[in-house]
């Protein structure tokens, strides 16, 4: 099971599309998020010890450190990197610390997801000023320093993203590369131009698929940029998918209280607890299914339901039919490309071992 452990709710950044606008919200949610924990508080607040007996019920548990930013506990990270019973952790962070934990540890990390949103310009509008140095001068040093992991530079999109231009440059940097589109957890639909941006991102999503497979044709290597990654894997072997984040049946999120939730961004959510680390079976714990207007849809074997969140407070309301265009338009463009890629398979000059990829390791998969 993969499991993300939210150590602390503090972060030194203020990004426009998370703590940024928090202050800044007017639409209310179309649905109730439901009985809401009062109890969450900021940093880890429950005993190590109940956390390592959790985790060792469960051979196969990955830890994945996720904040708030998770580094400005680094002292709480690397503690428990040296006592609890895990083999695999995985990190997500904005960058800034990374630079200062030990590399000892950071080699330790088989996955690294570093935020960044694209080139100089865009990266700084959103991150604040210096972050694009910062951060790419961090994933230089620590590759310096040794790391053999996979680092994955994690985009958030939003309406001033050229989707093409922002991953082409972003590949010059990194051969993992993922994106996930503002389009949630604020009710801030009224102040946007998401309707015009989306039939744009439509456009750029088929010029970039058309451009990896491209990339693939060209080198016969397929680069790991996860949203065409996993969805073509699954087309090309004739698989559905459930929630391609795996929040709630694969994935689920420890909080600073010890509370079980299936996803990082369902924090407090209290109706939707799966159980508590003092107590619940690491390997039994409850599915938190998705529910309609999903079931119903011809693509929800592609999509999978996109994000559990949203499923249950439909942050969207009539909006998501724009959403939802954005999943389709990715869905065409892949299957438009496919025979291409089906093509390099029959000749031998693509195996299909060429996909592999871990699941679950944070990347939503849909954007
Ligand atoms: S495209 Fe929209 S309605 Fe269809 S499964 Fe995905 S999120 Fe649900
Ligand atoms: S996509 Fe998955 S991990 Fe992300 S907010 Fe939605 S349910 Fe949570």
């Known amino acids: 099971m993969f499991f993300h452990l939210i150590v602390t709710d503090d972060c030194n950044l203020c990004c426009s599309y998370c703590r940024g606008k928090m202050f800044d919200e007017e639409d209310p949610a179309g649905h109730s998020p439901g009985t809401i924990d009062e109890t969450i508080c900021e940093n880890l607040a429950f005993p190590l010890t109940e ?18 930013e998770p580094l400005v506990r680094s002292d709480l990270v690397m503690e428990i990197m040296d006592d609890a019973p895990v083999k695999r952790f995985m990190l997500q962070t904005n960058g800034t610390l990374l630079a200062k934990l030990p590399k000892e540890y950071t080699n330790r990390f088989e996955t690294i997801l570093i935020s960044i949103d694209g080139d100089k310009a865009l990266t700084d509008r959103h991150r604040g000023e210096g972050i694009y140095d910062m951060v790419l001068s961090t994933a230089n040093l620590i590759r310096k320093n040794g ?3 996979e680092l994955i530079a994690r985009m958030t999109i939003a309406e001033d993203t050229d989707i093409f231009s922002a991953v082409t440059h972003l590949a010059n940097h990194f051969t993992s590369i993922h994106w996930q589109m503002d389009a949630d957890f604020t009710g801030d639909f009224s102040h946007r131009r998401f309707a015009v941006w989306s039939e ?38 004739g698989r559905s998918s459930k929630l391609r984040c795996g929040s709630g049946y694969a994935n689920y999120s420890i909080m600073t209280n010890g509370w079980i939730a299936p996803c990082p961004i369902m924090v407090g959510m209290a109706d939707y607890y799966a159980g508590h680390v003092k107590d619940a079976d690491p390997i039994h714990l409850p599915e938190v299914p998705i529910g309609e207007p999903c079931l119903s849809c011809d693509i929800y074997g592609f999509c999978g339901g996109r994000c559990l969140y949203s499923n249950i407070v439909r942050p969207w309301r009539d909006e998501s039919r724009l959403v939802c265009g954005t999943v389709r338009a990715l869905h065409d463009a892949l299957v438009e490309n496919l025979p291409r890629i089906q093509k390099m398979l029959d000749d031998g000059t693509l195996s299909m071992e060429a996909f592999a990829h871990t699941r679950y390791n944070g990347c939503e998969i849909i954007p």
């Open 51 to 68: 956390l390592y007996a959790f985790l060792a019920r469960d051979q196969h548990a990955v830890l994945t450190f996720i904040g708030g």
């Open 147 to 149: 790391y053999k992991g």
């Open 200 to 237: 744009e991102y439509n456009a750029g999503i088929r010029r970039l698929v058309s451009e990896w497979v491209s990339r693939i044709e060209k080198t016969g290597v397929v680069p790991k940029w996860y949203p065409f990654l996993s969805t073509t894997e699954d087309l090309l072997l």
